[in-house]
């Protein structure tokens, strides 16, 4: 048996198997693509972390510039006040005179080591010792940056550069200059295409030098998970983090004076193009590609070639299902092949009809020959039982009568089966009930004439089909059986006695015949005896013929003869219309 398609598994369907396929094909681009994207998706983070790095110096480089100059007036300074610090009068006014041409120090003086300050800007001397921006100078003999919320003298928020002064004794002291503030937010910054939201200077210990917007609660705009401690000597880097206020940053670290002063950025959008975070991940544009790929594969296919073979094969079951040829298809959107394949199977189904009608008519004209065959015998066979009666009333001896009676009763039950078998629509089968119920009426008739005897006749049968190769044998041993039980029929009284004539199917496609009559005072006994035996060896060989297998029950008031046999199966065979 061939398997229905809808039985089949989805997986086996082309659409599977093409994407599949595809997929397998698409697989090396794909990683390909997956690599290339990731490299560049790399350079592109990295160009971004630089632009990021670039962007913050160049925000910090009014910051830079203003704070290299003051280390380098300070160092120049430096001389200057060596030679005067002698004469603390005159050293004032100079460095009085420089503070009014610079316009950018609030103050300038000569930290010596003890705390004190006798050389500056100021006519007076001032002790710093107290202060802890000055103790940290006086601590760590390097060039230094510091700030102080207020500054002595001025009470000004300043930026405090110190720079040592050496002599051939060594250390001497330091030359401070303070910066305000106020005037480190007005320098100027280099010109840039994006600015950070917050800048922060710091020195080498992580203490705030500078902020925009004011030192004032810049403490709320810093990292929350680092130290700008921690930050000191590192290379210049970008990373992605939260500040104190819960805001989401971007921040970006760079050194503006070699180990004395950093600078750190923090940006608003952390998914902003100039951040490494900024990208969608590498293998989304590979994935979409492949997706792509798959659905115009997809469409491609359905349009091409499935809905085509949706159509052939749709034609092909109804063809299969009633023999319905539907038209060619006009549509120039199916391909050479699959009309070349739908032209092929309209031919095919075009013969094979004609094929098929050949058939039939060779088959209906088989029927008819067959029919007329069977029709023919049955009509010789009934001038034979004619020729045979004509034959029976001029004989003058009794025994010859009785064989030829019975002679004729064989060719009538012969007649008989030929008449059901061009009567019914289907030669090859012969409804075994039928036939039996035919065969009791002719042989009643034909049977109690010459017998004498009239018993109580009763007929049970069910349809039960054969072939005609075991309805010829049941055939004639029903009416041998019958003829048996016309001649022994008896009864115990005054009655006819009885005959019961049965066919019944059974499980396993069997069949079981039954013949019985009742035993008794047979009536005009010995009238129309043939000789004794040869009814029963009849029906032996066509129980034989018919592979049945007899059981005979002889008891005192009855005689049954019972004859189970296999119905063969038939093969499904073409209807005579």
Not at 384 to 410: D, F, G, H, Y
Request: hydrophobic share 40%; charged share 20%.
């Amino acid at each position: 048996m061939f398997r229905s398609a809808s039985h089949l598994s989805w997986r086996r369907g082309l659409v599977v198997r093409l994407v599949a396929f595809l997929s397998i094909a698409l697989l090396p681009i794909g990683l390909i693509a997956v690599m290339q994207t990731e490299q560049v998706s790399k350079e592109v983070r990295q160009r971004s972390v630089l632009s990021l790095l670039a962007l913050t110096d160049q925000a910090a480089s009014g910051e830079r510039q203003l704070l290299q100059r003051s280390f380098g007036a300070a160092e120049a300074l430096g001389a200057i006040i060596a030679r005067l610090r002698g004469d603390s009068a005159d050293c004032s006014t100079t460095l009085g005179e420089y503070i009014e041409e610079a316009g950018r120090y609030s103050f300038v003086g000569f930290l010596e080591l003890d705390g004190m300050v006798r050389c500056s800007s100021v006519d007076e001397a001032l002790d710093f010792s107290s202060y802890p921006v000055f103790q940290e100078i006086l601590s760590d003999p390097r060039p230094m940056i510091g700030a102080t919320l207020r500054a002595p003298l001025t009470e000004e928020s300043v930026v405090v550069v110190a720079h040592p002064l050496y002599r051939e004794n060594g250390l001497v002291g330091y030359v401070v200059l303070w910066v305000p503030h106020a005037l480190v937010e007005t320098e100027p910054d280099m010109v840039q295409i994006a600015k950070p939201a917050g800048l922060v200077t710091f020195n080498y210990k992580g203490d705030i030098i500078t902020a925009e917007n004011g030192v004032e609660g810049v403490g709320d705009r810093l990292p929350s998970s680092q130290r700008l401690s921690e930050l000191v000597g590192k290379a210049p880097t970008v990373f992605e983090g939260h500040n104190a206020a819960g805001e989401r940053r971007v921040y970006a670290t760079v050194q503006l004076l070699p180990g004395q002063l950093y600078a750190l950025g923090s940006w608003t959008e952390p998914n902003n193009a100039l951040t490494p975070q900024g990208y969608l991940p590498g293998w989304l544009f590979p994935l979409l590609m492949w997706m792509a790929s798959l659905v115009v594969a997809y469409f491609a296919v359905h349009r091409l070639v499935i809905r085509h073979v949706h159509r052939i094969g749709g034609q092909m079951r109804r063809f299969a299902r009633d023999r319905h040829i539907e038209p060619p298809s006009k549509s120039s959107e199916m391909s050479q092949e699959l009309l070349e394949m739908e032209t092929d199977f309209l031919h095919m189904a075009s013969a094979l009809m004609q094929d098929e009608a050949t058939l039939e008519n060779a088959l209906r004209e088989r029927n008819i020959l067959l029919k007329e065959v069977h029709h023919r015998v049955k009509n010789n066979l009934q001038l034979i039982s004619s020729i045979m009666n004509m034959q029976v009333r001029k004989a003058q001896s009794s025994e010859t009568r009785v064989v030829l009676k019975r002679l004729q009763e064989r060719v009538l039950s012969l007649a008989t089966i030929h008449r059901n078998l061009y009567q019914t629509e289907d030669l090859g089968k012969v409804n075994a009930g039928k036939l039996i119920k035919e065969l009791v009426g002719q042989m009643m008739v034909v049977g109690t004439t010459r017998t004498f005897a009239h018993p109580e006749v009763e007929v049970d049968v069910e349809d039960v089909i054969l072939y005609p190769d075991q309805a010829v044998p049941l055939s004639l041993m029903t009416a041998e059986a019958i003829t048996n039980a016309l001649k022994n029929v008896g009864s115990t009284d005054e009655s006819g006695g009885w005959i019961r004539i049965t066919i019944h199917k059974l499980p396993e496609k069997r069949a079981r015949l039954t013949v019985a009559n009742s035993k008794g005072v047979r009536p005009h006994a010995g009238a129309g005896d043939e000789p004794s035996g040869l009814g029963s060896q009849l029906i032996r060989a066509f129980a034989t013929q018919l592979g049945a297998s007899l059981n005979v029950t002889d008891e005192e008031t009855s005689h049954r003869l019972e004859a189970e046999f296999a119905v063969e199966e038939f093969l499904q065979d073409a209807k005579d219309y």
